[in-house]
């Protein structure tokens, strides 16, 4: 019906789905005591992020990337492939990303220029959130 067609538009619009789950990743990561709590200062931060304020808190930070970066670095050469980067930005669930990184073109991305490439997608898609 068209309620039902302006409630799904109305919703991708302002990236609802994204947005809870975001919240509902995060919860389950950090597993937090108070869940209300959690969800209400991460949406501070979302608005924050969004003003350029201050930075989000990802589900992923610069530990977490230099070790997905190991998984992906198999034979511990310190580079992964530009098809490995791409994957990794599937796993951090980053929509937005940088397609050609540092090193895409001799297909050796280094693990400083991963995380830096994951940290700013994160950085995006949070101020990508409509108030």
């Known amino acids: 019906t068209r309620m039902e067609s ?15 789950e975001n919240i509902t990743s995060l919860i389950v990561f950090n597993k937090p005591s108070d869940p209300r709590k959690f969800i209400i ?4 931060d979302l608005k924050n992020a969004r003003d ?5 808190k990802g589900l992923f930070d610069e530990d977490n990337l230099l070790a997905l970066f190991r998984v992906f ?3 511990n050469s310190g580079y992964i492939t530009l098809a490995q980067y791409k ?10 990303y940088n397609e050609n990184p540092q090193g895409a073109e001799n297909n050796k ?6 995380a830096h490439e ?4 994160q950085k995006h898609s949070f ?3 409509k108030q």
């Open 6 to 20: 302006e409630a799904l538009a109305y919703l991708r619009d302002n990236k609802i789905p994204e947005l809870l």
């Open 41 to 44: 200062d991460y949406l501070e």
């Open 52 to 56: 350029g304020i201050k930075d989000p």
């Open 73 to 75: 670095d198999r034979s």
């Open 87 to 96: 994957e990794g930005m599937k796993y951090v669930r980053v929509e937005t």
């Open 109 to 114: 991305i280094s693990s400083d220029t991963f």
């Open 118 to 121: 994951c940290l700013q997608a």
């Open 127 to 129: 101020r990508a959130f």
